[in-house]
């Protein structure tokens, strides 16, 4: 470099955050666990949401016994959350089934794209996806701010950014 | 795409074998012994808070606690943990007489989010839990250290709320809540 010429080259920060977490593949299945098979069509949508993505990542249902993620449902009242994902990490990679859980206490109110917001959300979490606590116009920030405030209920560019980064 | 996972599961091999996670040199070590398997727990939240007094409408018992004792449980396939407090203050509401039961989402080797520690005294805004016991609202985004002259807030995730409190400040706060 020459002497008094400075040149920017970095890449822009990225404002997605990862989980550290991935599948080894790019098809990632899921199974719908009875108690949320009401919700099945928002889940479903969720799932299409991600799949549409350009990206190399696809969510698909599956009917049988072998799945990578567990999608479930459960009235824990009113404790402030209207989903959760629970899963184990090794090297870098999910081990074990990732369980998603719906709080229906909240989520019974909800329409179905505020169900399918909750669920897009999760399944970002089993694809490799941390909350972004930055901005509320993506569908992995911490609260459903992202959807009664900010109209989000898909994938959005940053979290695109994030699978791609995750899934090149 | 199969060609993508072989060069990615070849390129983990490499790292791992690099990263120093190997074994050191003299001491013999099981295939795959360096891959410790972590817990993990994330939560989407119902809304943020902004303010004590949007805590304080969510409220039914908001009170200084000390942990007595805990254990572990699993609700709906989650790992909880369960605390037994007593009740040292109460700023509003009516607490059962004795200990109660306060639930949060999360172990020590599962972390969700900030959890009350054995000993540790607290200013927690709780609201009942369908086992009878409480839950703190918002997560915990209702709960504070309490250092004895003042208040932290241990949640990371509301900014917007008092970063901390004196007792005074916060029990008008708490009074001045719907």
Excluded at chain 1, 81 to 103: A, K, M, Q, R, W
Excluded at chain 1, 104 to 118: A, D, K, L
Excluded at chain 2, 166 to 172: A, N, P, V
Aim: net charge negative; hydrophobic share 35%; proline share 5%.
């Amino acid at each position: 470099m020459s002497a008094g010429v400075n040149i920017a080259t970095a890449a822009p920060a990225a404002a997605y955050y990862r989980e550290g977490c991935r599948w080894h593949g790019y098809v990632v299945t899921y199974y719908i666990h009875a108690p949320a098979l009401a919700y099945a069509t928002s889940i479903n949508s969720a799932a299409y949401s991600w799949s549409v993505t350009p990206t190399n990542i696809f969510v698909n249902r599956v009917y049988t016994n072998t799945y990578n993620v567990l999608v479930s449902a459960y009235n824990y009242g009113q404790n402030g959350l209207d989903g959760i994902t629970y899963y184990t990490c090794s090297g870098g990679y999910f081990t074990g089934v990732p369980e998603t859980v719906l709080n229906t206490n909240y989520t019974n109110g909800y329409s179905n794209t505020g169900r399918q917001q909750v669920q897009a959300h999760e399944f970002g979490h089993t694809l490799g996806l941390a909350h972004n606590p930055n901005n509320c116009y993506t569908v992995m920030y911490p609260t459903s701010d992202r959807y009664f405030t900010c109209g989000i209920y898909t994938p959005q560019q940053d979290d695109i950014n994030g699978i791609n980064a995750i899934y090149p | 795409m199969t060609r993508k996972l072989a060069v990615g599961s070849t390129l983990v091999v490499l790292a791992l074998a690099g990263s120093g996670c190997g074994p050191s040199p003299g001491r013999v070590q099981a295939p795959g012994a360096h891959l410790k398997i972590t817990q993990h727990i994330d939560i989407s939240r119902v809304k943020t808070y902004t303010s004590i007094s949007e805590v304080v409408g969510d409220s039914s018992l908001i009170a200084e606690l000390t942990v007595k004792s805990q254990a572990q449980t699993t609700i709906g396939g989650i790992p909880f943990t369960v605390s037994i407090v007593s009740v040292d203050h109460i700023l509003r509401g009516t607490a059962p007489a004795g200990t109660l039961g306060v639930d949060q989402v999360g172990t020590s080797t599962a972390v969700a989010e900030p959890l009350m520690a054995l000993g540790g005294r607290y200013l927690a805004f709780l609201t009942p839990a369908p086992d009878g016991n409480y839950y703190v609202v918002g997560v915990a985004a209702g709960l504070y250290q309490d250092t004895g002259t003042s208040y932290l807030r241990m949640d990371t995730e509301s900014p917007a709320l008092p970063a901390s409190a004196s007792h005074g400040e916060m029990d008008t706060l708490v009074q001045a809540g719907p």
